[in-house]
C-alpha cells in the first residue's frame, strides 16, 4: 500500500440483521482502509457483506459497533444533518439501478444535488454540461431519464455522483443491469475517473470490474478473506 | 420544487386526475356547507334592510308577517314616529287579499296597503309612485303586469271578495301609476300596492288596524336605543331591530347550521384522506426513488418539502376545480330551493361571500398540504440501506 494519506478508515465494523427471526450476522469485525486515489473493489459472494460494508462506509447505514471515519471525521458521532451534508458534498454514490428521478431530464438529473447544495442556477447547468460531456452523454442532455439506455443511465448517475466534486465515489454493482458492452463502457468510465484522481470504492460481482481495481478486498462471511492487488496497482 | 411535484403528478395521470377529481368533489360540497351555513342568514339580513328600514313593529308576540294578525292605532303610531327627529322614515304595512277579473277569471292577488311617505316594501321601477292620500291608484310588479297585461296609465277594477255582492260593495277603479320590484315577493306571488285607505276600503276593514310599522332610522342615530324607546311607547307591540330578527333568524337556523358544519367537516376530512392515501401510496411507489435521494444528500427536510409540495399542488388543483364545481352546485340547489312556496324570491340559501370562501379554500390547501405530513414523514425516515437493500432484491 502506498503512503497516501488514508480518506476512510473502518475499524472493527459488526452488523447484525433479522431475517424472519433469525439473526443474520453481515459483518464480523471488518477493518479496511481507503487511501486517496485508490481504486478498491469489494467482492464476495452473495450475502458475504459486500453492498452492507458499501453502505456502511458510505453513511448509508451505522454499525452495531466499530466505528467510520471520512478524512478524519468519525460518521457515527454526526447527527443525521451532518452525514446527509457529507454524503453530498463529500461522497458520491452510484447504483446497481440507477435511480434517476425518471420525470427529469439527464441535465436535470445531474443538476439536483448541487440544486440541493445551494449551487446557482447557471453554475450548475454549466457543470452538469461538462459531467454529461465527461461520461460522453452531451447530446442526451435533454432527454427523459426514461428515454436513455441502461448504459446511458448508469453514466448519468456516475455524473450525478460527481456532480458536487465528491472526494470519494461509491458504487454498488454499477455493472449489475447493464450487458457487456454497456458495463464495458462504464468500466473504462471509472477507470478514466480514477485515472483524474477520483478515489472509488466499488462492490462488484462483476470480474472484469474487479480487475481494473487497484486493490479488491474479499468478504466472506462477514469478514475480510484477504486482499490483493489489482491490475492497476501502483 | 414545485415544477417537480407537477412532474411527479404527471406520473400517474389518470389516478392523480380521479383523485383530483374527489378534491374537487369534496371541496365542492365543503364551499356549499359554507355558502348554506350562512348564506341565509346574511341573504335574509340583506333582504331586511335593502331599503334601510332597521325595524319592525309588528302584533305582540309575532314577527312581521309571520301571522295575519294586526294591531291598532298603527297609522297614528307611525305618524308619532315620524315626527321623532332621531326616525327619518316610518310607514305602516296591511296586507288583504285582493281580487281582478282577467278575461272570464278572477285573479288573486296579494294587496299591500302602505303609506308612501314611509314605504320600505318596494322600489319603483317605472312610471310614479303611489303619493300620500292617493285613494285611486296602485303600483304593480313585474308579475302581475305580464299576468294581466296592466299598463302604466290603464284605468282597472280591483275587488276585496269573491262573494259577488261583496266585491260589487268593495269594488274599486284604479288607475296603474307604476311598476315596481317587490322586494319580498315570494316566486309566483302576484302583489299589488295601494295606499293604506285604499286597501281598508277594498278589504272592508275598518279601524286603524296595521299588520306592520317599518322604520328607518336617521344616520346620525342609534338603532337600538330607538327601538327600546319605541318599546317603552308601545309595550303591546313588538319591536324588533334587524339585528335582533337576525338573531332570532339564527336560533331558527341553529340545527341547520350545525348540519352544515356536520357536512362540511367530513367533506373536508374525505379530502384529507383522499390526498393522504394518494400520497401514501406514491411514496410507498417511490420508496427506493427517496432513498436514493436521501443517499446522495437531499436532506429529510428535502424530502418532506418535496411530499407536501405534491399534496399541496394535488390539493390547488382540486380545490380550483372544486370551486368551480361548488359554485355551480349551489347555483342549481339554490334554484330549486327557492322556489319553496312563501318564500321571498330575494332570499338565497347558498350566497359566496368573498370572506367564507377564501377561508374555506385556505382550509382545504392547508389540510390538503398537512395531509402529505404523514407520508412525508414516512418517507423523509425511510431507512436508506434497508430500503436500497430491498430495492436491488
Redesign the interface.
Known amino acids: 500500500m502506498s503512503e497516501t494519506a488514508v480518506l476512510l478508515e473502518a475499524r472493527e465494523l459488526t452488523r447484525e440483521f433479522r431475517l424472519g427471526g433469525r439473526a443474520v450476522r453481515a459483518l464480523r469485525g471488518v477493518t479496511v482502509a481507503v487511501r486517496k486515489g485508490e481504486y478498491v473493489a469489494i467482492t464476495g459472494p452473495s450475502g458475504s457483506g459486500k ?2 460494508l458499501l ?2 462506509l ?1 453513511g ?2 451505522a454499525p452495531d459497533s466499530g466505528s467510520v471515519a471520512l478524512e478524519g471525521v468519525p460518521l457515527e458521532q454526526l447527527g ?2 451532518a452525514l ?2 457529507i ?3 463529500r ?3 452510484v ?3 440507477f ?1 434517476l ?4 431530464t439527464a441535465l436535470e438529473n445531474v443538476e ?2 448541487m440544486a ?2 445551494g449551487i446557482g442556477r447557471r453554475e450548475r447547468g454549466s457543470r452538469a454540461r461538462e459531467l454529461l460531456d465527461y461520461v460522453g452523454l452531451s447530446e442526451r442532455a435533454g432527454h427523459r431519464a426514461t428515454e436513455l439506455s441502461g448504459g446511458e443511465m448508469q453514466r448519468v448517475a456516475v455524473a ?2 460527481l456532480a ?1 466534486r465528491p472526494a470519494l465515489l461509491f458504487a ?2 454499477p455493472t449489475g443491469e447493464l450487458d457487456l458492452t454497456t458495463g464495458r463502457q462504464v468500466l473504462d468510465l471509472f477507470r478514466r475517473l480514477n485515472q483524474d484522481g477520483m478515489t472509488i470504492v466499488v462492490v462488484t460481482h462483476d470480474e472484469h470490474l474487479a480487475a481494473e481495481a487497484s486493490r479488491t478486498i474479499h468478504l466472506l462471511d462477514g469478514r475480510v478473506n484477504g486482499s490483493s492487488p489489482g491490475a492497476l496497482a501502483p | 420544487m414545485i415544477l417537480l411535484a407537477a412532474k411527479n403528478l404527471a406520473r400517474h395521470r389518470v389516478r392523480n386526475t380521479l383523485a383530483g377529481l374527489g378534491i374537487a368533489v369534496a371541496a365542492a360540497l365543503l364551499l356549499d356547507m359554507v355558502m348554506l351555513a350562512g348564506g341565509m342568514e346574511r341573504s335574509f339580513e340583506r333582504m331586511l334592510l335593502s331599503r334601510g328600514f332597521q325595524i319592525r313593529l309588528a302584533p305582540k308576540g309575532t314577527l312581521p308577517f309571520d301571522t295575519e294578525a294586526t294591531f291598532p292605532g298603527g297609522a297614528a303610531l307611525s305618524g308619532t314616529l315620524r315626527a321623532d327627529p332621531r326616525i327619518s322614515a316610518a310607514g305602516a304595512v296591511l296586507g288583504g287579499a285582493l281580487f281582478t277579473r282577467v278575461g272570464d277569471s278572477l285573479l288573486p292577488l296579494a294587496g299591500l296597503g302602505v303609506e308612501p311617505e314611509g314605504q320600505g316594501l318596494y322600489e319603483l321601477e317605472r312610471g310614479a309612485d303611489l303619493v300620500p292620500g292617493d285613494t285611486t291608484g296602485i303600483v304593480i310588479g313585474a308579475s302581475v303586469a305580464a299576468r294581466t297585461g296592466w299598463k302604466i296609465g290603464d284605468t282597472v277594477r280591483l275587488s276585496g271578495g269573491t262573494d259577488p255582492q261583496v266585491a260589487r260593495v268593495r269594488e274599486r277603479r284604479v288607475m296603474v301609476r307604476g311598476v315596481v320590484h317587490w322586494l319580498y315577493e315570494s316566486r309566483g306571488e302576484r302583489t299589488v300596492g295601494v295606499t293604506l285607505p285604499l286597501i281598508r276600503a277594498l278589504t272592508g276593514r275598518s279601524g286603524d288596524r296595521v299588520a306592520m310599522i317599518m322604520v328607518k332610522v336617521a344616520r346620525d342615530a342609534d338603532v337600538e336605543p330607538v327601538a327600546a324607546d319605541i318599546r317603552r311607547l308601545e309595550p303591546g307591540v313588538e319591536v324588533n331591530s334587524v339585528a335582533t330578527l337576525i338573531a332570532r333568524f339564527r336560533t331558527r337556523l341553529t340545527y341547520f347550521r350545525q348540519l352544515s358544519l356536520i357536512l362540511g367537516t367530513i367533506s373536508l376530512f374525505v379530502g384529507v384522506l383522499l390526498v393522504s392515501t394518494l400520497l401514501t401510496i406514491t411514496v410507498n411507489e417511490r420508496l427506493g426513488e427517496i432513498a436514493t435521494l436521501r443517499a446522495i444528500g437531499v436532506s429529510r427536510a428535502g424530502i418532506v418539502r418535496r411530499v407536501l409540495a405534491e399534496g399541496a399542488l394535488l390539493s390547488l388543483a382540486g380545490n380550483g376545480l372544486g370551486l368551480v364545481l361548488g359554485l355551480i352546485t349551489a347555483r342549481y340547489l339554490d334554484g330549486i330551493l327557492t322556489t319553496f312556496p312563501g318564500l321571498p324570491a330575494a332570499i338565497s340559501f347558498f350566497v359566496p361571500e368573498r370572506g367564507a370562501v377564501l377561508r374555506a379554500a385556505l382550509a382545504l390547501l392547508a389540510a390538503g398540504t398537512l395531509a402529505g405530513a404523514w407520508p412525508a414523514w414516512r418517507a423523509a425516515r425511510a431507512p436508506i440501506a434497508a430500503t436500497l437493500r430491498e430495492e436491488a432484491t
Open positions: 453492498s452492507t453502505h456502511i458510505g448509508l447505514d443525521d444533518s446527509t451534508r454524503r453530498l458534498l461522497m458520491g454514490f447504483f446497481q439501478r435511480h428521478l425518471p420525470v427529469l439536483l444535488p440541493e447544495a450525478r455522483a458536487n454498488d454493482e
